[in-house]
């Protein structure tokens, strides 16, 4: 893990895209300001810990899939008449 120390007002850079600042701190709370593409998916980490661990209970609750069992047409049948060679007597 890697710790730095910031004031208020200062930020890290992560990558090329990702900005996090420090904006407020008061106490023992810190207040973050993250600049970002907005297609990045940012998750406070308690939530994403309780989304991967559903995904993971739910991954294994998984039920095969039954293949469906098709109805028994009248072409089925046609292999099971005798077949007529000209050869034949």
């Known amino acids: 893990m890697l710790v730095l120390s910031r004031r208020v007002n200062e930020s890290i850079q992560i990558g090329t895209d990702i900005e996090v600042m420090i904006i407020d701190v008061r106490g023992d709370v810190v207040r973050l300001g993250i600049t970002a593409p907005q297609a990045t998916q ?7 810990d309780v989304i991967v661990q559903e995904n993971r209970a739910a991954s294994k609750n998984i039920q095969p899939i ?3 069992q098709l109805p028994v047409s009248t072409f089925s049948r046609l292999s099971k008449i005798p077949t007529v060679h000209p050869d034949q007597p």
């Open 66 to 68: 039954s293949t469906p």
């Open 42 to 48: 940012i998750w406070r980490k308690e939530l994403w």
